[in-house]
């Protein structure tokens, strides 16, 4: 803890049955930034919402991460699931973890329906990544590995299917061949 009494970069963290919300008609903010060096994730789930029954705000086109891993980003997380579609852009990831350097652990990583790139991208990780049991449904990357030291990807489900072969992405979108995993 930092004597603000904040959560600084390299603290421990617990997230245990816990909802985070964003509204759908916002573009500027992610659900959670995670910087703990080490914490626990279990049955935690992000969404996007409505303002409420009814009133719906103008939609905004999403480029952002709804969850961002940073910095000394590290820990274990248990049942990791997202499952939205609506509005995404290219740069849009339900999951972004980028330039981290502690271990990281998913217990099963269900990341599902993404119109981004991909539905998970994992950038520049140095410290050991584990990806124990994943699940993804859609027809872009499902799972996008880039510059990583030390990856081990264990078992995978879903009905996930890559556009054809020869199917270009659409502007915008970075023009690698289709696939479930880019490494």
Known sequence: ?????????????????V???VWHHLNSTFALHWRARTGTWRESHVNRV??????????????QPMVLMDGEAGGRLWNFYQENWEYQGPKYRHLLV????????????????????ANAEFRNVSGALRV????????????WFADC??????GYGGNASPFPYWC??????????PSLVRL
Do not use: C, I, M
């Open 1 to 17: 803890h930092a004597s603000s009494g904040r959560l600084g970069a390299g603290s421990s963290v617990a997230f245990s049955g």
């Open 19 to 21: 909802s985070l919300l």
């Open 50 to 63: 409505d303002l409420s029954p009814g009133k719906v705000g103008p939609p905004a086109r999403y480029n």
């Open 98 to 117: 980028r330039d981290t350097t502690q271990p990281l652990t998913f217990y099963h990583l269900n990341t599902e329906h993404s119109q981004g790139e």
């Open 132 to 143: 124990l049991g994943f699940k993804g449904e859609g027809n872009y990357a499902q799972l």
């Open 149 to 154: 030291a030390d990856v081990v990807l264990l």
């Open 168 to 177: 270009p992405y659409p502007p915008g979108y970075a023009q690698y061949r």
